[in-house]
């Protein structure tokens, strides 16, 4: 049996690399879509950070993701809203 550890070190390689891949996605695609790799990145990575830390137990990965993608898009739309309204203020 393998040991829980190696499992966890395994668990956050492969979702290392799937976020480096979602990454450098705009890198080899030329296409605007592409950019929606580095918001997807954050999943994988903060995944991986759980693994590797061990406070993740990898039990529940897919309530995780959504949540963190939840999240991450809940930050970043509370930042542009508090950037955008001052800016829009001063425009009028």
């Known amino acids: 049996m393998p040991d829980r550890r190696d499992t966890r070190a395994g668990a956050a390689s492969i979702a290392s690399a799937v976020g ?3 990454a ?3 890198l080899f695609l030329p296409h605007p ?19 590797w830390l061990g406070t993740r137990t990898g039990t529940e ?8 993608w939840l999240l991450w898009t809940a930050g970043l739309l509370l930042f542009a809203s508090l950037l955008a309204w001052p800016l829009h203020r001063l425009q009028a």
């Open 61 to 68: 990965t897919l309530r995780d993701a959504v949540a963190l």
């Open 24 to 26: 450098t996605l705009p």
């Open 33 to 51: 879509a592409a950019l929606a790799g580095l918001w997807l990145a954050w999943v994988p990575f903060g995944l991986a950070a759980g693994w």
């Open 20 to 22: 480096l891949a979602l």
